[in-house]
């Protein structure tokens, strides 16, 4: 059973700094594309970085702020979030899937729980 658990979110004053976590168990997920997405009320869930291998991919939105790392085998996968912007508010996922390099949420199988980032202005 695949479970994902997300943590690290809080709040802070823009211009600073968040490092969220996902520990992964369940699944051997060195091969598997890992992810963070993010869902700001009344948006729709919304792409913010992937790790598969040691490639990484981020949304416009984040490059050059974000930074998502993994341990070498993925069980743990880390979103290090710099230069925070009041816009990046929402709640936090994780995500994993066996083989995706897609950015919309719905081509992902498994999710944590969410973590909620707040930055104030």
């Known amino acids: 059973q695949v479970q994902l658990v997300a943590s690290g979110g809080g709040l802070v004053q823009a211009g600073g700094s968040l490092r969220l976590a996902c520990r992964a168990s369940?699944?051997?997920?060195?091969?598997?594309?890992m992810g963070w997405f993010r869902q700001a009320p009344g948006k729709e869930r919304e792409f913010v970085a992937r790790?598969?291998?040691?490639?990484?991919y981020y949304a416009d939105s984040v490059k050059g702020r974000f930074t998502i790392s993994g341990d070498g085998a993925k069980t743990t996968v880390y979103l290090q979030m710099n230069s925070l912007k009041p816009e990046d508010t929402a709640v936090y996922y994780c995500?994993?899937?066996?083989?995706?390099?897609?950015?919309?949420?719905?081509?992902?199988?498994?999710w944590g729980q969410g973590t909620q980032v707040t930055v104030s202005s």
């Open positions: 790790i598969r291998w040691s490639n990484t």
């Open positions: 995500a994993a899937d066996p083989g995706t390099t897609n950015s919309s949420w719905f081509s992902w199988n498994y």
């Open positions: 369940g699944r051997t997920f060195i091969t598997y594309t």
